[in-house]
């Protein structure tokens, strides 16, 4: 019998710290490419976790703490503010409202709501910006920050009236077009170079995907380093990008990024002879 109390005692501590040390690995997307952390579970792991969170926040408040408004708790509602921008982190809600506190060149001041994070928590990006806010901190470069981790919704909130109105550098093809007139043989034919250079300047806006940079990649929402050699590699060794939508399908890229990303990319046309005898005449040193 005093064996059988011995047992139940042991298998009544073995639980107990399994309780309390129990790990379990989880998988996270960095700026390096896919790896992975071991997160501590259980009574005890929490409490670990939220001390450590805690510590992390008062840290950041601490660098912030001349751009910080009177708060109450510390995972509350926060907002940093300076000159230009004021940025308000909702607790409750886990999203990020940034105001601009200055017209920009086109007399607007702008708007941004941001939500559904990943691949980090709110809480960790809020402490990333604590960290980096300073006086010079304004609307585009939170803007730029937000938009490649969190989906945007983006509007116009106040206008300057004393701003002058805006000129379309290419006007109404109903008011306005712009021809030339040249003489052939006696006839005269009128070119419309409206719409020409409406094109022109839309596609210079553009990235194209078939032939961009590194670098260039790297600057379209969603798109990391490790994303772009991918890119890069698969349309210097597999095939060029047909279109648009070919280009999201197969990099599989999100819904919420590929509905950003259609608007400045466009993908044209690569001379594949060119191509493969680039690769033919590529001398490999051993």
């Known amino acids: 019998m005093p064996h059988f109390f011995v047992q139940l005692l042991i298998v009544a501590i073995a639980a107990a710290v399994r309780l309390f040390t129990y790990n379990s690995r989880s998988f996270r997307l960095g700026s390096a490419g896919d790896d992975y952390y071991?997160?501590?579970?259980?009574?005890?792991?929490?409490?670990?976790?939220?001390?450590?969170?805690?510590?992390?926040?008062?840290?950041?408040?601490?660098?912030?703490?001349?751009?910080?408004?009177?708060?109450?708790?510390?995972?509350?509602?926060?907002?940093?503010?300076?000159?230009?921008?004021?940025?308000?982190?909702?607790?409750?809600?886990?999203?990020?409202?940034?105001?601009?506190?200055?017209?920009?060149?086109?007399?607007?001041?702008?708007?941004?709501?941001?939500?559904?994070f990943a691949p980090m928590t709110p809480d960790e990006y809020f402490d990333m910006l604590c960290d980096s806010f300073n006086y010079g901190t304004n609307y585009a470069v939170v803007?730029?920050?937000?938009?490649?981790?969190?989906?945007?919704?983006?509007?116009?909130?106040?206008?300057?009236?004393?701003?002058?109105?805006?000129?379309?550098?290419?006007?109404?093809e109903s008011k306005q077009t712009a021809v030339n007139i040249k003489e052939k043989n006696d006839k005269r034919e009128v070119i419309d170079l409206t719409?020409?250079?409406?094109?022109?300047?839309?596609?210079?806006?553009?990235?194209?995907?078939?032939?961009?940079?590194?670098?260039e990649l790297t600057a379209l929402p969603g798109i990391n380093v490790v994303f772009?050699?991918?890119?890069?590699?698969?349309?210097?060794?597999?095939?060029?990008?047909?279109?648009?939508?070919?280009?999201?399908?197969v990099m599989n890229i999100k819904p919420h990024f590929a509905k950003q990303i259609r608007k400045i990319i466009c993908v044209n046309k690569v001379n594949?002879?060119?191509?493969k005898r680039?690769?033919?005449e590529r001398i490999i040193d051993i």
């Open 272 to 275: 594949m002879k060119k191509v």
């Open 195 to 215: 719409s020409q250079t409406k094109s022109a300047a839309q596609t210079e806006k553009l990235t194209d995907v078939n032939n961009c940079s590194e670098a």
């Open 38 to 116: 071991y997160r501590n579970r259980g009574v005890f792991g929490w409490i670990i976790e939220f001390i450590q969170k805690r510590n992390r926040r008062i840290t950041a408040l601490k660098k912030a703490q001349n751009y910080l408004q009177p708060y109450e708790k510390i995972f509350g509602n926060l907002t940093l503010s300076n000159k230009f921008c004021t940025l308000t982190f909702y607790n409750k809600d886990k999203r990020f409202m940034c105001l601009s506190n200055v017209y920009d060149n086109q007399g607007r001041k702008m708007m941004l709501y941001a939500s559904d």
């Open 228 to 249: 772009a050699k991918k890119v890069i590699n698969f349309r210097e060794n597999e095939r060029p990008f047909k279109s648009v939508e070919d280009f999201i399908t």
């Open 278 to 280: 680039a690769k033919s």
């Open 143 to 172: 803007y730029n920050f937000l938009r490649s981790i969190s989906i945007i919704n983006e509007s116009v909130y106040s206008v300057n009236p004393e701003a002058p109105a805006s000129v379309d550098i290419l006007p109404d």
